[in-house]
DNA sequence: ACATTAAGTGATT
DNA sequence: AATCACTTAATGT
């Protein structure tokens, strides 16, 4: 298949006819193995990719090589970090790796100024894909913030504990969860996992401090 | 024995 | 993490 019919394929419902066109006559389709890194951090992007086929991720490495996965990347998908990227520095702040086999569009950033201007379905595109990523950001924010509720709760057992003076605190699920505003449920689930943990003991109407 | 309330769990979103 | 639906355990009457 040749690259015009190819990105038809992909994204021609997406991008208007003219847009294909330009994508066709200054991108180049580049296939692709799993674990192939196309970016790394502090790399100059002249490229943005745009996933044809496969799956890509973007991951940030912390100093101690760990990888920490920003989001994955399906067919007809960009990475927003690069077309932010374009606007400032042009040094990437990310690794970009596929996950599996596929193909990708590299379009120069030089030339995606005249892109915005020209092609109001290519705004549209940026704008989906800038959308898609914050939504995910938001989800993720979400759980950082409430997934310290086990923290949360534990800090409000060491206190009943210090104004009562007692290791032994007479509360139930339930008060807990309406005192930190969540459910009864989740407190329950914690609290075992507490004491799974050794730190807590469980009973009826009863919670023991073991620390 | 039966009803009520607290706590535990799996599945789903 | 939240919610639902359901089970199990402890307690009170």
Same mark, same amino acid.
């Given at each position: %298949? ?12 997406? &991008? ?13 389709? /580049? ?6 890194? @196309? ?7 002249? =490229?943005? !990719? ?5 799956? *890509? ?13 920003? &989001? ?5 998908? *960009? ?16 690794? &970009?790796? %596929? ?8 379009? !120069?950033? #030089? ?8 092609? !109001?379905?290519?705004?549209?595109? /940026?704008? #989906? =894909?800038? =959308?898609?990523?914050?939504? $995910? &950001?938001?989800?993720? %924010? ?6 310290? %509720?086990?923290? #949360? ?9 210090? *104004? ?11 008060? @807990?969860? =309406?005192?930190?505003?969540?459910? #009864? /449920?989740? /407190? ?8 799974? $943990?050794?730190? @807590? ?5 009863? @919670?023991?401090?073991?620390?």
């Amino acid at each position: %298949m040749d690259k015009q019919h190819k990105l038809e394929k992909v994204l021609g419902d997406i &991008f208007s006819e003219k847009l294909l066109e330009n994508l066709t006559n200054h991108g180049k389709v /580049v296939s692709l193995e799993e674990g192939t890194q @196309i970016i790394s951090r502090g790399d100059e992007v002249k =490229n943005i !990719p745009i996933i044809l086929s496969g799956t *890509a991720k973007v991951v940030r490495t912390d100093d101690n090589g760990e990888e920490h996965i920003l &989001f994955y990347l399906n067919e007809k998908e *960009a990475c927003t970090a690069t077309f932010s990227i374009c606007a400032t520095t042009k040094k990437s702040e990310i690794d &970009f790796i %596929m996950e599996t086999d596929g193909e990708l569009l590299l379009f !120069p950033v #030089r030339l995606m100024d005249n892109l915005t201007k020209e092609y !109001p379905s290519w705004r549209y595109y /940026v704008c #989906r =894909n800038y =959308n898609n990523r914050m939504k $995910e &950001f938001l989800d993720t %924010m979400d759980s950082v913030v409430f997934m310290k %509720m086990d923290r #949360r709760i534990l800090k409000y057992l060491e206190k009943a504990s210090e *104004a009562l003076s007692t290791k032994l605190i007479y509360i139930t699920h339930q008060e @807990i969860a =309406n005192d930190l505003s969540t459910s #009864r /449920v989740v /407190v329950s689930r914690l609290l075992k996992q507490l004491e799974h $943990e050794g730190k @807590i003991k469980l009973f009826r109407n009863r @919670i023991e401090l073991l620390f």
